[in-house]
């Protein structure tokens, strides 16, 4: 690694924790999800239920793999959730018509009407975080995790 990143790793004799973006990359992931779960209480929900939901929203009828894809979750996992939200009435399941051995998901209307719910309560969650930030500060903060996360991916 070259010189003019060595005040962001550990292995730095002069290291700070407050220096390393990963650090505060999990720092903010996990008090998102705490504050995301509280507010889901009011519904019974959690963090991993909305994101299944969300993610089918975004893609109907989607095999449980492509949702541990979307999700970043393990296919175990993520079967899991979908069977509870299908015991839970937010979800159907049924088997692909070309392949069996896959499963399809989608929302029920009590699936789609959750989301409604949780896009309004979590939206305060969002808002919060975002104060003090402008716009291009947010935007730019996005383009920088894009990058770091294709650099990591290749």
């Not at 492509?66 to 979908?82: D, F, G, P």
């Not at 402008?134 to 996360?149: A, H, S």
């Given at each position: ?122 939206g305060a969650v969002l808002e919060q975080s975002f104060e003090g930030l402008t716009p291009l500060q947010i935007e730019k903060m996005i383009d ?11």
């Amino acid at each position: 690694m070259t010189k003019k990143y060595s005040r962001f790793l550990p292995s730095e004799k002069s290291f700070n924790i407050d220096n390393f973006p990963y650090y505060w990359v999990t720092q903010v992931h996990s008090q998102y999800v705490h504050n995301i779960d509280n507010v889901l209480k009011r519904y019974g929900l959690d963090n991993s239920r909305r994101r299944i939901l969300l993610a089918l929203n975004i893609k109907q009828n989607a095999s449980v793999s492509e949702l541990s894809e979307m999700i970043i979750s393990k296919m175990s996992t993520t079967t899991k959730i979908v069977y509870r939200l299908k015991d839970e009435g937010f979800v159907n399941t049924y088997s692909c018509e070309n392949d069996a051995r896959i499963t399809r998901v989608n929302l029920t209307e009590q699936g789609k009407e959750m989301i409604h719910k949780i896009n309004s309560l979590t939206g305060a969650v969002l808002e919060q975080s975002f104060e003090g930030l402008t716009p291009l500060q947010i935007e730019k903060m996005i383009d920088g995790l894009k990058i770091i996360f294709k650099n990591l991916s290749s």
